[in-house]
Structure formats: structure tokens, C-alpha cells
């Protein structure tokens, strides 16, 4: 059977012209994106809505022909699940009640998760009609220590104190709350697979802030049982992880977690990446978002020096972080005109 372009590196192929997707390719630098999203009453409405969300997915998609089309949706979602009040402020981004103690964390409920977010999985039914055969869907969530970031601190901003204060002097109230998380992520995620997704994608954008024991025991083992529980379920869905910031961390991420595939950051060098990261984990990454934004020689660049640095591995081309909204639409387009000179191999 032959397999969708997006999937190829997984199955440990290599092309002359890798599968691209870049993060938050549905957002608002695209002017499409813009006017839909003034039809929701808030952002949580916005993502909970299947047909805007299937909308926005699909947006990117026929503008660019990506290889993927990732789920239009926000990690958050799982905290408001569990019961944890979440908004979205126009000016200040994500806001939450946060946890403050033992009683916060014991009234979240890992139980109305699912059907919660059944608008979430209704979106991916939809759009696993609705994307062309040949294009692959990524499903998607927050990992438990960025996610306890968010829920503890009640924002983001800030330099994640707090939420390192709790799990260092409260360990066994932050480990009841990381097990509440992976059990929520595995039932989320694998409700994501069954009704469509073809990957996962775990962000963990605030594993940076972490020392090595803390990234051992809240970045590497959390995500190492969640990746073990979604692989006894659905053992042939890649699963990608993203350790933001991760540095040399990284190493031990890619072999002890379980991932299919390791995201980078703009920060890590590609040569390293390649002689350090185990030979069967997929690359994905990393242009640097500024980049993208500056655009022209420098932009073009770039992306023939990332093609040229992974010719042979299985890769993925993408950004090292989210598409940043002031970029011109036009810079993506000739990021993939780049990408693609040559045609498929």
C-alpha cells in the first residue's frame, strides 16, 4: 500500500524533498483565518466549534498543499476538561484559575475529559472526510509538565517558579496532578487516532525550564508512559514529541521516551541533532520563525542549507517553533517553492 508522503520518514525513507508542515499553520497570519475567526464569540467557542475548526484546518491546506494538516485546536483544551476554568484575554493570551493546592488538584476530574471534548474528536471525523486522500492529519496535545506550567502559574509570561516551587516542595500533590494529566493525554489522544488522526504530536514547550532532574522525572517518564499506553492501543500512529529547549536533554528524550519522531528547536544544530539523536527517531524542524517572517535571500537560504543537512535521514520540514502573525503569507509559499525544487524523490 502506498503510503501518504507525511508517513514516509516513518516508515524510515528518506526523499530528496522531505514532507512539510509547519507549526500553527492555521492562525492568524493568514487573512482567511482572520475574518473565520470573527464568527466565534471567544477562542475556546472557536475551537470547540466543528465547523469553524475543520474550516481553519483546512485552510492552510489548499492555500499551500502542506503534507499535513494538523488539528486545529489548543492545548488548553485539556485543562478546561478537567474542570480547571480556562479564557483566553484579548491583549494577554491564556488565563487560568490556577492551582493553588491539594483541593484545586483533587477537584479536577480526569472522567469528563472525553466528553467534553467531543467537539474535539467531532472536528477530526470531519476532517478525516474532508482532507484530500494523500494528505496525513496530526493529532495533538500538550504534554503534563507544559500543560502543569499553564495550570499552576495561570499564564504564560512568566519564568515557571511557581510551578517548580510545587513540584519540588509538594511532590506528592504534583505528582497526583501529572497522573491526572496522563491519563486524560492517553484517553484524549486516543480518541484523536480513532477518529482519524494518522500522528500525534506531544508539545512539551516548556521542558527547557526544567534541571535534569526535573526534566527526568516530569519530561522524560510522563511522556515515556504516555507514548508506551498510546502504543499498546494503536501501535502502528507515530508519535512525535517536541522538548522545547530541551538542549542536550534531547538525547535521552529521543531514546527513552519512545517517540517516533523528535521536533527541534531553531537553537539546535543540525549536524549535532543528526551524529547525536538515535539513527530510527525522524527529525523534524527547525527553521527559525524570525526567518520566515524576515523572508527573501537569507529565508531561501536557510531552507537549502536545512534540505542539504538532512539529505539520507528520514525528516520532516518544519518551523522550531509557531509561525509568528505578522509573517506575509507569500513568505511561506516560497518556503515550500524552495523546499520542493527538484520535485519528490
Known amino acids: 500500500m502506498t503510503l501518504k508522503p507525511f508517513l514516509e520518514p516513518f516508515a524510515g525513507r528518506a526523499a530528496d524533498v522531505p514532507p512539510a508542515w509547519i507549526m500553527r499553520q492555521a492562525g492568524r497570519y493568514l487573512p482567511e483565518y482572520r475574518e473565520l475567526r470573527t464568527k466565534a464569540r471567544n477562542f475556546l467557542d472557536f475551537c470547540y466549534s466543528p465547523e469553524l475548526a475543520v474550516e481553519a484546518t483546512l485552510q492552510p491546506i489548499r492555500r499551500y498543499g502542506f503534507d499535513a494538516a494538523i488539528l486545529f485546536s489548543d492545548i488548553l483544551v485539556v485543562p478546561d476538561g478537567l474542570g480547571q476554568k480556562v479564557a483566553f484575554v484579548e491583549g494577554q493570551g491564556p488565563v487560568l484559575e490556577a492551582l493553588e493546592d491539594r483541593a484545586d488538584i483533587d477537584r479536577l476530574d480526569p472522567a469528563r475529559v472525553v466528553e467534553h471534548l467531543a467537539p474535539v474528536f467531532e472536528t477530526v471525523t470531519r476532517l478525516r472526510r474532508e482532507l484530500p486522500a494523500e494528505t496525513a492529519l496530526i493529532g495533538f496535545s500538550g504534554a503534563p509538565w507544559t500543560l502543569a506550567f499553564y495550570m499552576i502559574e495561570g499564564r504564560g509570561g512568566v ?47 516548556w521542558s527547557g525550564i526544567a534541571d535534569a532532574d526535573l526534566f527526568r522525572r516530569f519530561v522524560i517518564e510522563p511522556t515515556a508512559r504516555i507514548v508506551g499506553r498510546l502504543k499498546e492501543r494503536h501501535p502502528k500512529v507515530p508519535v512525535i514529541g517536541f522538548p522545547r529547549a530541551a538542549g542536550a536533554g534531547a538525547i535521552a528524550y529521543a531514546v527513552e521516551t ?35 517572517l524576515a523572508g527573501g535571500r537569507p529565508l531561501e537560504d536557510e531552507v537549502r542549507r536545512i534540505k542539504a543537512a538532512m539529505v539520507g535521514r528520514p525528516f520532516v520540514f518544519n518551523l522550531g517553533h509557531g509561525v509568528l502573525p505578522p509573517t506575509p503569507p507569500e513568505n511561506v509559499a516560497r518556503v515550500l517553492a524552495v523546499l520542493r525544487e527538484g520535485g519528490r524523490g
Open 159 to 205: 519564568d515557571g517558579g511557581k510551578l517548580k516551587t510545587f513540584a519540588l516542595s509538594r511532590p506528592e500533590d504534583f505528582q497526583v496532578l501529572m497522573t491526572k494529566l496522563e491519563d486524560s493525554l492517553v484517553e484524549y489522544l486516543g480518541q484523536q487516532v480513532e477518529a482519524g488522526a494518522d500522528v500525534l504530536q506531544l508539545f512539551d514547550s
Open 258 to 292: 519512545g517517540v517516533d519522531g523528535l521536533s527541534l528547536d531553531s537553537q539546535v544544530p543540525l549536524a549535532w541533532a543528526r551524529a547525536n539523536l538515535p539513527d530510527g527517531i525522524v527529525l523534524q524542524g527547525n527553521l527559525d520563525n524570525h526567518r520566515l
